[in-house]
């Protein structure tokens, strides 16, 4: 059988598939990485078994700034219509969720760290997130957007005062809130990068002292989701 094909969209420097991509390697995936913010063009999707949309510091509806957003929503209606899997990782969560109609809003604070998390009943029997059926489950987050759930979608992962942490809209389409590919040097230079007010209680240094103590399991959720990813992959081809 040959190799699962992942196309992902990268949309700016600092914020690739790290070592999500790797693992995805590992898992037996080739990993396509575009980057439309370098002015490289979104291939055909249909030359790939599925799509990861990542993270990025823009909120989902700022096409102006990212003219690219537009193809990704639409490319995003397809996945939820069935057309191919995808998994979106927060802004590309955000994305999903703006995809299937839900509103997103704007925090008064962003949530930035370590934060715990959960999955639900429908999480633990999900064909991708079931993988991450612990009771706990700490979990790097990184936003200042709020999505809520799209009608029809099951929630899949939720915890903290944002409750729509990792949700499946249709058959194929994921989106998460949290980071499964980030750690500890990432967060160091997103934190040098932006210009937040950070939440009560933390400082530049405890975020990224709280992110490298849980570093291992860390890996563990990551690793996980991207096998899982994978396999399920693997499975859903002719």
């Known amino acids: 059988m040959s190799t699962v094909r992942i196309l992902v969209i990268e949309h700016e420097h600092g914020t690739g598939p790290e070592r999500f991509g790797r693992w995805l390697e590992d898992a037996g995936a080739e990993v396509v990485v575009t980057r439309p ?3 490289e063009v979104i291939p055909a999707v249909g030359s790939f078994d599925a799509l990861i949309v990542l993270g990025g510091s823009a909120g989902p509806l700022e096409d102006a700034e990212n003219p690219w957003f537009p193809e990704v929503r639409r490319l995003l209606e397809r996945s939820i219509g069935g ?3 995808s998994l979106n990782i927060c802004l590309g969560g955000e994305m999903l969720a703006v995809a299937g109609r839900a509103p997103i809003t704007r925090r ?3 949530q930035i760290g370590i934060y715990e998390l959960a999955a639900t009943s429908a999480g633990k029997s999900d064909p991708v997130f079931g993988s991450l ?3 706990r489950l700490p979990a790097v987050l990184f936003h200042q957007e709020e999505m809520a759930l799209p009608d029809g979608a099951e929630l899949l992962v939720t915890g903290s005062d944002a409750p729509v ?3 499946r809209l249709g058959e194929f389409a994921w ?3 949290f980071h499964p590919e980030t750690d500890a040097g990432q967060i160091t ?3 040098d990068g932006e210009d937040l007010a950070l939440p009560t209680g933390k400082t530049e240094d405890s975020i990224i002292a709280e ?3 849980h570093d291992e399991e860390l890996k563990q959720t990551g690793r996980a989701l991207a096998h899982s990813f994978v396999a399920f992959l693997a499975a859903e081809r002719p």
Do not use: I, N
Request: no cysteine; hydrophobic share 40%.
């Open 108 to 110: 008064a604070h962003p």
């Open 189 to 191: 230079r997103w934190l």
């Open 83 to 85: 057309e191919f899997p």
């Open 165 to 167: 942490q990792a949700f």
């Open 175 to 177: 989106g998460t809130q």
């Open 211 to 213: 992110v490298a103590d």
């Open 37 to 39: 913010y370098l002015g």
């Open 133 to 135: 059926s612990e009771s």
